[in-house]
């Protein structure tokens, strides 16, 4: 089915390391974006990219940081985690700016 | 700068009752409003949008939305409540003009229905 496929679903990591996540479309959008969602904040956007090559910071991007490696691939890297980034992250994206966003199924990601 | 704000965190209303969720925007222009839901451990899932046109918006599984410029609003909105609709529910917004394209989101509404 087409869509927004991330991985992992779930992580576990120790302060200090680093990972990351991964997120692929096969809709043919130009358009991705990272979102992290916290209680009771909705979703904050962290990075964006408008299209293939192009990426720009977003609400919250300190202690990120992506990569639009091509037209279907956005990752987001965390280099040093910290347990102020235990949150679940979103993948989404979208072609027109009439058109709403296509999300991920999301990372559940906790730091210790 | 865009904005949004669900001023209700937690709405509760019994079953076959209307249900209103509230949603109110500030942009500098013409905004494209959205509606998503979330269930629990699953990612948002779009319900309906404004683009242009006529201010009441129907969207999936029977909810509507009424758009007015006069009050930046974009209140979600259905007749009858079922318990499958307790949710978490997101109104957002886009400017429909200029190079950002991003949506900025409110901080979610909690639906329960009650039976």
């Known amino acids: 089915n087409a869509g927004v496929t991330q991985t992992p679903k779930f992580q576990v990591l120790k302060t200090g390391q680093s990972m990351t996540l991964q997120c692929a479309q096969d809709?043919?959008?130009?358009?991705m974006y990272w979102y992290r969602q916290d209680p009771g904040m909705g979703l904050r956007l962290i990075y964006y990219?408008?299209?293939?090559?192009?990426?720009d910071k977003g609400e919250v991007p300190n202690g990120y940081n992506v990569s639009r490696l091509n037209k279907r691939e956005f990752s987001l890297r965390l280099e040093s985690a910290a347990p102020s980034q235990t949150s679940v992250y979103f993948c989404?994206?979208?072609?027109?700016?009439?058109?709403?966003?296509?999300f991920g199924s999301g990372t559940r990601l906790t730091v210790v | 700068a865009q904005s949004v704000a669900q001023p209700e965190d937690q709405v509760n209303v019994a079953e076959g009752n209307p249900l209103t969720v509230k949603c109110t925007y500030s942009v500098s222009g013409n905004p494209y409003l959205f509606w998503y839901v979330q269930y629990p451990n699953r990612g948002l899932q779009f319900l309906l949008k404004?683009?242009?046109?006529?201010?009441l918006v129907k969207g999936s599984y029977g909810f509507e939305a009424e758009f007015n410029k006069s009050q930046t609003s974009f209140h979600l909105k259905k007749p009858s409540a079922l318990v499958s609709d307790s949710a978490l529910y997101f109104c957002a917004v886009r400017i429909s003009s200029g190079s950002a394209r991003q949506l900025t989101f409110g901080s979610g509404t909690q639906l329960t229905v009650l039976p």
């Open positions: 809709m043919n959008h130009n358009s």
């Open positions: 404004y683009i242009t046109g006529d201010n």
């Open positions: 990219s408008a299209s293939e090559g192009t990426t």
């Open positions: 989404a994206s979208s072609e027109e700016r009439t058109d709403g966003y296509t």
